[in-house]
């Protein structure tokens, strides 16, 4: 039954007086639906699409198959293109690299360019490899150097800092790698329990962490007699060993007594990789001149002086 405004059109559609849009015939608690052509647009825009899409198969790889894919006519990957633009970053950054390569280490500085290059290389560097251990603002942790300070175990210069990276710390199979180690004093009865106490009182009295009093005095003695060959008379330590200075307040174990005990009574002995069969030379060069660049790094020791010549006549 239709509304007394609408009326049959041609073919049995019955219109909608107000819109004068035909009805479909559907009606839900008195609400009839209009049967509204989409608009002109749309449909040009939706058949634009199925265009596209046919046109995007034809040229490109779309179709799943068993192994593959449809490779497209144009043959293009996305593999294709991330090689075609690896190749084309590093023929960009080939000419830098053999800068950085051709230029003695201590030398970089004196050209700012080169210099950020290598810094920023060496950024990118660190990222990958070294911030596991070292923290990614290079602060370290327990057991891992902080590389933003003054404190050196082996010293802070450019070069050194590169021979580090090359040959690592107590790396096994590479006769070049630092090496040092520290006597278990407690744990192989060089001392005792109570000398182990003495010497950690003096240490932290070196530390200026605790005042001087009788059981740092007996320690003094001990220190003397066990420690300062490595870590010097007054605790300046002793890079050639990689011996810490533990006059100061930087601690890679830990310088409260807990942490003093276990380290006199077992001593530790980290390991870093020797990153010279890992990393290419260039690679290691920046990441030398990045760690350099991060606060604590050391101007190069100056030469020793030459022995004086022997003349044959007097």
Same mark, same amino acid.
């Given at each position: 039954?239709?509304? +007394?405004?609408?009326?049959?059109?041609?073919?049995?559609?019955?219109?909608?007086?107000?819109?004068?849009?035909a009805?479909?015939?559907? %009606?839900?608690?008195g /609400?009839?639906?209009?049967?509204?052509p989409?608009?002109r647009?749309?449909?040009?825009?939706?058949?634009? @699409?199925?265009?596209?899409?046919?046109?995007?198969?034809?040229?490109?790889?779309?179709?799943?198959?068993?192994?593959?894919?449809?490779?497209? @006519?144009?043959?293009?990957?996305?593999?294709?293109?991330?090689? +075609?633009?690896?190749?084309? %970053?590093?023929?960009?950054?080939?000419?830098?690299?053999?800068? /950085? #390569?051709?230029?003695?280490? %201590?030398?970089?500085?004196?050209?700012p360019?080169?210099?950020?290059?290598?810094? +920023?290389?060496?950024?990118?560097?660190?990222?990958?490899?070294?911030?596991q251990c070292?923290?990614?603002?290079?602060a370290?942790?327990?057991?891992?150097?902080?590389?933003?300070? *003054?404190?050196?175990?082996?010293?802070?210069?450019?070069?050194? /800092?590169q021979?580090?990276?090359i040959?690592?710390?107590?790396?096994?199979?590479?006769?070049?790698?630092?090496?040092?180690q520290?006597?278990?004093?407690g744990?192989?009865?060089?001392? @005792?329990?109570?000398?182990?106490? *003495?010497?950690?009182?003096?240490?932290?009295?070196?530390?200026?962490?605790?005042?001087?009093? #009788?059981? $740092?005095?007996r320690?003094?003695?001990?220190?003397?007699?066990?420690?300062?060959?490595?870590?010097?008379?007054?605790?300046?330590?002793?890079? #050639?060993?990689?011996? $810490?200075?533990?006059? *100061?307040?930087?601690?890679?174990?830990?310088g409260?007594?807990a942490?003093?005990? %276990?380290?006199?009574?077992?001593?530790?002995?980290?390991v870093?990789?020797?990153?010279?069969?890992?990393?290419? $030379?260039?690679?290691?060069?920046?990441?030398?001149?990045?760690?350099?660049?991060?606060g604590?790094?050391?101007? #190069?020791?100056a030469?020793?002086?030459?022995?004086?010549?022997?003349?044959?006549?007097?």
């Amino acid at each position: 039954m239709t509304h +007394e405004k609408d009326a049959p059109h041609g073919g049995g559609k019955v219109i909608d007086h107000a819109t004068g849009t035909a009805k479909v015939g559907h %009606e839900w608690d008195g /609400i009839e639906e209009l049967d509204t052509p989409l608009p002109r647009w749309w449909l040009w825009t939706f058949y634009a @699409t199925i265009v596209f899409a046919l046109v995007y198969v034809v040229l490109y790889p779309a179709i799943p198959m068993l192994h593959s894919a449809s490779t497209g @006519t144009l043959g293009w990957t996305s593999r294709g293109a991330l090689a +075609e633009e690896m190749t084309q %970053e590093q023929a960009e950054h080939r000419a830098v690299r053999a800068a /950085i #390569a051709a230029a003695p280490i %201590e030398a970089l500085a004196a050209n700012p360019a080169l210099q950020r290059a290598a810094i +920023e290389g060496g950024r990118a560097a660190f990222k990958v490899n070294c911030v596991q251990c070292h923290g990614a603002g290079a602060a370290g942790a327990k057991g891992y150097p902080n590389l933003n300070d *003054d404190d050196w175990l082996w010293g802070g210069d450019l070069n050194t /800092i590169q021979q580090t990276l090359i040959n690592g710390i107590r790396q096994p199979g590479n006769d070049a790698t630092r090496v040092s180690q520290m006597p278990s004093f407690g744990r192989d009865g060089i001392l @005792t329990a109570a000398q182990v106490q *003495d010497v950690v009182s003096h240490v932290r009295v070196l530390s200026k962490q605790d005042p001087a009093s #009788a059981a $740092p005095a007996r320690g003094a003695e001990l220190f003397a007699n066990n420690c300062a060959v490595c870590h010097g008379a007054i605790g300046e330590g002793n890079r #050639a060993v990689g011996a $810490p200075k533990i006059n *100061d307040k930087i601690w890679l174990y830990g310088g409260d007594r807990a942490s003093l005990t %276990e380290t006199v009574t077992n001593a530790h002995g980290g390991v870093m990789p020797a990153w010279g069969g890992r990393l290419d $030379p260039v690679t290691i060069k920046m990441l030398a001149v990045y760690v350099h660049s991060l606060g604590g790094g050391e101007a #190069a020791p100056a030469p020793a002086p030459a022995a004086p010549a022997t003349g044959a006549a007097q």
